[in-house]
């Protein structure tokens, strides 16, 4: 009975504390990922192709004009469109929002073009997001990814860091 506050003290360090969810990941401290054997996907109308991990199926096609296509696979969710060139630049999520955590961008070169990558948590979803910044046309290219898990952030910056001009 004596030391029966150190046997309190031991299971709530191991078992009973609060577990807290893995941070969001840095999007350009990840490597490129070999996805060679990804499924090839077209991007409409804009000579660019995407590459999709197996499992994923189209589930969704929205718009006229500028259309968005939904893929998804289980509770991952992955939405390409194209943004208009007045649209902002600014990958945070619009109104400033205390539910949201771990936010981190940056710029690459991907396909031979200037894109914004970003990652952030919100309410227990993980999110990426990229926005090509000196597309050719009218439009800006963009995907949005959200998955209940980090391993579906982290797939979803290889997604987008695979975008290839079409042959």
Known sequence: MRYSWLLVL???????APRTSPGSVAPCDLPVQDVSAWQQTPIIGD????????????TETIGVDIPLLEFAKGRRTLQFGEASLSAPLSLRPEPPDST??????????????????AT??????????ALWESFPGHWRLSFFFRS??????????AIFRNVHASP
């Open 47 to 58: 000579g660019f192709t995407y590459r999709l991990p197996p499992g994923y199926k189209l």
């Open 148 to 157: 209940s898990d980090r391993a579906g952030q982290v797939e979803a910056i």
């Open 100 to 117: 949201i955590s771990d936010f981190s961008d940056c710029v690459v070169d991907i396909a031979g073009h200037r894109a914004r990558l």
């Open 120 to 129: 952030y948590r919100r309410l227990g979803e993980y999110y990426a997001r």
């Open 10 to 16: 031991f299971a709530a360090t191991i078992g009973c």
